[in-house]
């Protein structure tokens, strides 16, 4: 069985109530809700408080087969959509809202062997109101769990990128107390979007900042090269203009 079928079966049994074909977790696209958040059916949706036609639910973005990254976020943002949502071929993403998800999978591809990585979330049900901490906690727990530990064991990734300190801690405690492969090399990555770490434009990131969190640039010619960042650049153009 390949990787993406694993993957596949794992939400199959865990996270629906009815199974789904392998072509449908292919394409990016809402599953209908007949009225009872159906076919959407996890053992812990009541202990987390989790309603299917208020709240982002999210598969996983399938990577390619060969790929050996993979890339963890917190949580599904409900400005992505409602209800519960295949993430199909990251592949096959556009960037509709302008967060700059594919600005990442793109650098990803560039630094890395040129391979789509694979793209999930610590809790795959995001919370409708961001200011909900609480619940938002209490569902990376438990997807930690029941998902995000047989996620990394099927995919043995070398290269674990995480966006931000929650997903940084999350995986990092989880694969010191599982065990998992020594030869993961786990980093953490600003978040791409574009409201994130202000005045960072994606150009600075893309071309320095992720390249630094990944171990690509010493802290040497980090330095160096600092004043290529677009904020200083045009610090220092406002200043020769006065």
């Not at 071929?89 to 591809?109: A, G, I, P, Y």
């Not at 995480?162 to 694969?175: D, M, P, Q, W, Y």
């Not at 980093?187 to 320095?208: F, V």
């Amino acid at each position: 069985m390949s990787k993406r079928d694993e993957i596949i079966a794992l939400f199959n049994k865990k996270l629906f109530s009815l199974k789904l074909d392998d072509s449908d977790f292919l394409n990016k696209h809402p599953l209908p809700d007949d009225g009872k958040g159906r076919p959407f059916k996890c053992d812990c949706a009541q202990k987390c408080g989790v309603d299917p036609r208020k709240h982002p639910i999210w598969t996983p973005a399938l990577g390619d087969e060969e790929s050996e990254v993979m890339v963890v976020g917190e949580a599904p943002s409900a400005t992505g959509g409602l209800g519960v949502n295949i993430g199909g071929l990251f592949e096959q993403w556009e960037d509709e809202r302008k967060s700059h998800v594919t600005d990442l999978r793109d650098w990803v591809k560039d630094n890395l062997g040129g391979k789509v990585p694979y793209f999930t979330d610590l809790a795959k049900c995001g919370v409708a109101n961001q200011k909900n901490k609480a619940g938002l906690a209490r569902r990376i727990k438990k997807c930690r769990e029941r998902f995000l530990i047989e996620e990394i064991r099927i995919l043995n990734p070398k290269w674990i990128f995480c966006i931000g300190n929650t997903a940084h801690k999350f995986v990092s405690e989880l694969i010191t107390r599982e065990r998992l492969s020594s030869q993961i090399s786990l980093r953490r990555l600003t978040h791409y979007s574009g409201l994130a770490s202000l005045p960072l434009t994606i150009e600075d990131k893309k071309n320095l900042i992720w390249k630094w969190e990944a171990g690509f640039l010493r802290d040497e010619e980090l330095k160096e090269k600092l004043f290529e960042l677009s904020y200083f650049r045009t610090k220092k153009s406002i200043s020769e203009s006065r």
